[in-house]
């Protein structure tokens, strides 16, 4: 449904995305973001540039990658005083293919079985999906809305901070708001869940401003 005959398969794009940030484990702690995003789909990779506005309108620089199989994320106050450095470790590489993978929704031509994903249906509107690159193989459960269209991503088992450890939950990403673009029928609006004990913690949420696509000749 969000491909039209004979698509061609991307290679590349880039996103601009606006939005915010919930930066609180147990309140409302809302803080708006921009963001500019590379993805390449062989071999699955991409670079993701944003800047959070923090207190008294610090703006904080995230740099968070995926780049051969490795996974790296990095946060600065005014890109010099580092905040956030995470090492590359597999949970980090792993996490970070489950965000290529989810974000597949913007580059639906990567999801057809010609590309390497393996799919297991569920029911008339659910399937397990499957991607493997290198050491590292993630999947995922989409569950399809009434017009065929990627409604949800989850993964059972996402690594998260809490109380500087790391810790495994399941995660969710919703989308709607579908809209043609390059002959492609793709999300404008998204937002991400931790599923906790306590209950769905939304954390994010973002508008997708632009979309440019490349591909392959």
């Not at 810790?167 to 390059?182: G, I, K």
């Amino acid at each position: 449904m969000a491909l039209q005959d004979d698509q061609p398969i991307i290679a590349a794009l880039s996103a601009s995305h606006i939005g915010a940030f919930n930066m609180s484990e147990t309140a409302e702690q809302w803080k708006p973001f921009t963001s500019k995003q590379r993805i390449i789909t062989r071999r699955p990779g991409f670079v993701w540039d944003a800047r959070i506005i923090m207190l008294a309108g610090a703006p904080v620089h995230v740099h968070d990658a995926s780049i051969a199989g490795s996974g790296l994320m990095r946060g600065a106050i005014f890109a010099l005083v580092t905040v956030v450095n995470t090492p590359d470790t597999a949970e980090m590489a792993q996490g970070e293919m489950i965000r290529f993978f989810v974000e597949v929704a913007w580059y639906p031509p990567a999801l057809l079985p010609s590309q390497g994903v393996r799919w297991e249906a569920i029911d008339e509107t659910s399937a397990h999906a499957t991607l493997t690159d290198g050491a590292h193989s993630v999947t995922l459960l989409f569950h399809f809305n009434k017009d065929g269209l990627i409604e949800t991503v989850r993964a059972e088992a996402h690594g998260r901070v809490a109380h500087e450890k790391t810790v495994f939950a399941p995660w969710q990403c919703r989308f709607w708001n579908y809209a043609v673009r390059a002959g492609m029928r793709v999300p404008i609006e998204g937002e991400v869940d931790w599923i906790l004990p306590r209950g769905a913690k939304l954390y994010y949420r973002a508008t997708t401003t632009s979309l440019e696509y490349e591909f392959e000749k």
